[in-house]
Nanobody
Framework: QVQLVESGGGLVQAGDSLRLSCAASGRTFSYYAMGWFRQAPGKEREFVATISWSGGSTYYADSVKGRFTISRDNAKNTVYLQMNSLKPEDTAVYYC?????????????????WGQGTQVTVSS
């Protein structure tokens, strides 16, 4: 079992930055690939970014490429999502997830554990 707790969300203005954190506990964090997904009101959950167990592979949704950066610190059992140049369309609940395959993936079906989410609201 892996427990995931997101933090760092909030209300910001367009163009601002936020850094989300996801702290993991339970089974060995470094074995898991990690991903960030988001869900806006009335929309399906969508992929944002993913990082492999080693940190050697990262992938991003086209909508965030060049603005968001995913990273991990296996010593701290934490994955981060640095979000720059935020836009109103980035407004959503952001979830982190852990995949036991260890491979970075944009598919939510690859993920075994999910956090409760943190709200990000970007005003125009």
């Amino acid at each position: 079992q892996v427990q995931l707790v997101e933090s760092g969300g909030g209300l910001v203005q367009a163009g601002d930055s936020l850094r989300l954190s996801c702290a993991a506990s339970g089974r060995t964090f470094s074995y898991y690939a990690m991903g960030w997904f988001r869900q806006a009101p009335g929309k399906e959950r969508e992929f944002v970014a993913t990082i492999s167990w080693s940190g050697g592979s990262t992938y991003y949704a086209d909508s965030v490429k060049g603005r968001f950066t995913i990273s991990r610190d296996n010593a701290k059992n934490t994955v981060y999502l640095q979000m720059n140049s935020l836009k109103p369309e980035d407004t959503a609940v952001y979830y982190c997830a852990a995949a036991g395959t260890g491979a970075a993936s944009g598919s939510p079906y690859e993920y075994d554990y999910w956090g409760q989410g943190t709200q990000v609201t970007v005003s125009s």
